[in-house]
């Protein structure tokens, strides 16, 4: 909101018989429809070239005010005239919140009176909120740090029997999959042996470990470190499963799924096949 006063003029035109004049002060705005709009009017100060006006203040909302124009009239019995006027732009007085300017500028004298350079004397105050249409000039918006996020580095926790281990990396978004005996491994994965490093930088991934038993597999509970947590399967039967557990980046959230065997399925096929309580509904295809 703006708020205007008018303070007072001075060496104002003598527009009555008297030489002086009558004077007050109307206030018009204009907004980004570039329509006018009235802003309300000073009080009349009479007989005075140099008048101080009552004490009065005029709110404008700042959307409703690109320009003010104070235009200075003469108080007449039959019909008021224009004695001088002035159009200001305002933004090019606030740059601010907070800002409270007392302003003398000259004004227009269009009937070129002599002997008179007129000047108005005003104040204004913006508060509350600056309307989006007038910016401080070269404004800086500020943008927000992305936020960093931790890889995931996921590998498994040995023990008494020997495995042939993978992972299966679900990208909902964008309907791609990785299967980690795929030979073309996409650029935010590293693997080294049963290590593996996942760079998601925030994307939404499903992470999911598989395990394949080889011979004398013998009952066990699996294990699987992710960061600073840990994956953990009862795992009974021989076979190549999914781990009950999938990990959902970037949040690290653990889902409980149903263990589902590969069996000879090809990736592919093993892919399109995984219910969507594991993989979200759609046509996924390789890296």
């Known amino acids: ?10 060496d104002l035109p003598r527009k009555d018989a008297n030489g002086l004049i009558d004077s007050y002060v109307v206030i018009e705005t204009k907004g980004k429809e570039n329509k006018a709009r009235p802003g309300g009017k000073t009080k009349v100060v009479q007989n005075d070239l140099n008048p ?6 005029f709110d404008i909302p700042s959307d409703n005010c690109y320009t ?13 005239d224009m004695a001088c006027w002035i159009k200001i732009k305002v933004p090019s007085l606030m740059t601010r919140l907070g800002d409270k300017i007392t302003k003398e500028m000259l004004v227009k004298n269009p009937e070129n009176h002599p002997n008179c350079r007129p000047a108005i004397t005003f104040m204004v105050t913006l508060d509350g909120d600056l309307a989006s249409d007038h910016p401080a000039k070269d404004a800086q918006v500020a943008i ?38 795929n030979p073309t491994v996409p650029s935010f994965i590293k693997k080294e042996g049963d ?7 925030g994307r939404k991934l499903i992470v999911i470990p598989v395990f394949r038993t080889t011979r004398d597999f013998k009952k066990t509970v699996l294990k699987v470190k992710a960061n ?15 781990m009950d557990k999938a990990l959902n980046l ?22 399109s096949l995984l219910p969507e309580q594991i993989k979200p509904a759609g046509e996924y295809t390789t890296y």
């Not at 600073?228 to 999914?242: K, P, V």
């Open 68 to 80: 003010v124009k104070f235009t200075v009239m003469d108080e007449d019995v039959l019909k008021d």
């Open 250 to 271: 970037p949040s690290k959230e653990i889902k409980q799924i149903h263990p589902f065997q590969r069996n000879q399925y090809n990736t592919q096929n093993w892919v």
């Open 228 to 242: 600073d947590l840990t994956l953990e399967q009862t795992l009974i039967y021989r076979g190549e499963w999914l």
């Open 1 to 10: 909101m703006f708020h205007f006063k008018i303070i007072s003029c001075k």
């Open 195 to 201: 290590k593996y490093t996942i760079d998601h930088n």
């Open 144 to 181: 927000p740090p992305k936020p960093k996020y931790e890889p995931l580095v996921i590998e498994p926790v040995k023990d008494h029997n020997i495995y042939v281990y993978n992972i299966l990396v679900l990208d909902p978004e964008n309907k791609k999959y990785y299967f980690s005996e």
């Open 52 to 57: 101080v006006y009552p004490d009065q203040t």
